[in-house]
């Protein structure tokens, strides 16, 4: 494994694609029905074989799993649900044997609040040393039985829980931006900023080729925590994308820089267009999750409107664009594509969908994601067009937006429904034969049909789309990072070069369109009808 991509000599986390395992869903190695490392060692060669170039892992350490482990208590050690310490690294090792680098999961902005310094904070009580590390604050009002200030939590209701004594008097709240079991952590605060150096040394030493920050804009909180509401209109946030923030990258830079290799960062960035590209200067984090590409609707107009504003914004910064179609917090991309209003602003209750529609433009628009200027990510089941499980009991249910919304947010659970691997029934391989338990969120029947096995050999399955498109942008010169233009083409109809030879056409129209003058057709996202391109499909051809 070099490190550098091989055609362009460039470094490998400007081209690479990536696929994010959600590793409670990927693959159960013990049989408790929830997947974990020796589920996910099992199917590292699926992964090499798949043609990507890293995985990105999402949170494995210690977690009471209050937010499915993005509520870390020890981020130095995995949690006995997922394995050991000693199975991360075997995986580590087996990986870059296989040729695939590891992208961890770094949760910065809170922790658990089962996390040791926040029990010693509970326990020390007001003014103590070990609160200065969260934000603790008296409540307002006559017995302090506000919370101290107007922030809403991004899962519902106030960003504050209030803490009691042991005797159960009430005392000071807690900030908490997400749900209350994940306190934030305060980073005016040096001793938090050497814990986290210190926690991705621990990473970086056994060998981790990156970072996946979560919530990257959020660590750093304005001075004296104004209230929202009072603010000026346009007036920053006063919780997000706070300047000092970039220190904090500047030196983690510095910090991955000095290790060999090349080890990157990519963030995840909830951030106004203008703020993202001083997120990727060059000595700050190598790359940004693409939320707008993902958002966009599936339509002409936005999405080429999206993809010139993405390389508007990082070509001064010099960074690589991410193209980004779904992951464990969106919506599953068939399923959205197949909805009557194709964007993505929030998740939603059930509307109704054609699943056929939005799985024929979910390969499409794979092919237009693997085509563009950058890296990629794919989401687990993503490969073998899964759609979006929306009739999970409400009992069954496990993620905290959904009880913290009050139901209005059905929650992430639809997108995270264990992977079917093989067979005609449930778990569908998930979980080794004759384990004898149910997967942790049920899977629907008709998955049968789109299990690893099903697709595997099938020309016409998604699966093998992704393996087809995968193998030609490693082995084609033009792709991943690198030069892009767009061509003329008829209304409707996206097109554009990666360099002289490579084509890329996406139809958007209602009706088939003609190809322009070609010499090979690479690859297509769905059969051609008497040579003309179909609606809602995409083709890569060898241009003249
Ligand atoms: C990020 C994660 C999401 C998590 C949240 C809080 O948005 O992707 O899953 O709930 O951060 O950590």
Request: one cysteine or more.
């Amino acid at each position: 494994m070099s490190d550098d991509d091989q055609q362009s000599g460039r470094p490998w986390w400007r081209s690479a694609a990536i696929y994010q395992i959600y590793p409670r869903s990927y693959a159960d190695g013990n049989g408790d029905g929830v997947g974990d490392i020796t589920g996910i060692r099992a199917r590292l060669p699926y992964l090499r074989d798949l043609g990507v170039d890293a995985v990105w892992i999402s949170p494995w350490y210690v977690s009471p799993m209050a937010d499915a482990g993005y509520d870390v208590a020890d981020y130095r050690d995995i949690d006995p649900l997922f394995g050991t310490l000693a199975d991360a690294e075997a995986l580590i090792t087996e990986a870059h044997e296989l040729g695939l680098r590891i992208i961890v999961d770094m949760v910065p902005n809170h922790c658990s609040d089962q996390h040791p310094w926040f029990r010693t904070a509970l326990a020390d009580g007001p003014g103590s040393p070990a609160r200065q590390l969260f934000h603790f604050r008296p409540g307002v009002g006559e017995s302090g039985e506000l919370p101290p200030n107007d922030w809403q939590s991004a899962f519902g209701g106030p960003a504050w829980t209030r803490t009691s004594a042991p005797d159960g008097t009430p005392g000071e709240w807690y900030l908490h931006m997400f749900a209350p079991q994940q306190p934030d952590w305060n980073w005016d605060q040096p001793r938090v900023r050497a814990e986290f150096e210190s926690i991705l040394r621990f990473w970086l030493d056994r060998g981790v080729d990156g970072f996946r920050i979560d919530v990257a804009s959020l660590l750093v909180k304005q001075d004296g925590l104004p209230d929202e509401g009072t603010l000026p209109p346009g007036a920053p946030a006063p919780h997000s994308d706070r300047p000092e923030v970039h220190d904090i990258y500047r030196s983690w830079r510095r910090l991955a820089d000095s290790y060999p290799g090349e080890r990157a960062f990519v963030g995840e960035l909830w951030v106004s267009p203008e703020a993202l590209p001083r997120y990727l200067r060059e000595d700050e984090l190598h790359t940004a999750f693409n939320f707008p590409f993902l958002q966009a609707a599936w339509e002409h107009g936005a999405l080429r409107k999206v993809i010139d504003e993405t390389l508007t914004l990082h070509a001064p910064v010099g960074a690589p664009a991410t193209w980004v179609l779904g992951s464990h917090d969106a919506t599953r991309v068939v399923t959205r594509y197949g909805r009557a209003d194709t964007s993505f602003t929030e998740r939603h209750q059930p509307v109704p969908v054609d699943l056929d529609l939005g799985t024929r433009r979910a390969r499409a628009a794979a092919l237009l994601s693997f085509a563009l200027p950058g890296s990629v990510y794919v989401y687990q089941g993503d490969e073998l067009g899964l759609w979006e499980v929306e009739d999970i009991p409400l009992a069954l249910r496990q993620d905290p937006a959904v009880q913290q919304s009050g139901g209005t947010d059905p929650g992430r659970d639809g997108c995270r429904v264990p992977l079917p691997w093989e067979g005609d029934e449930a778990p569908f391989g998930f979980s080794p034969p004759d384990a004898g338990t149910e997967p942790w969120l049920p899977q629907p029947p008709a998955w049968k049909d789109h299990t690893v096995a099903a697709e595997t050999g099938d020309p016409g399955s998604t699966l093998e789309l992704h393996r087809n498109a995968l193998r030609i942008r490693r082995a084609e010169p033009a792709l991943g990072d690198g030069p892009f233009a767009w061509l003329p083409s008829a209304d409707g109809v996206l097109a554009f070069t990666r360099g002289p030879g490579f084509t890329c056409l996406v139809n958007l129209t209602p009706d088939p369109v003609e190809l322009p003058a070609h010499t090979e057709q690479l690859l297509a996202s769905g059969p051609l009808t008497d040579g003309l391109l179909p609606p809602d499909t995409t083709v890569w051809l060898r241009a003249v």
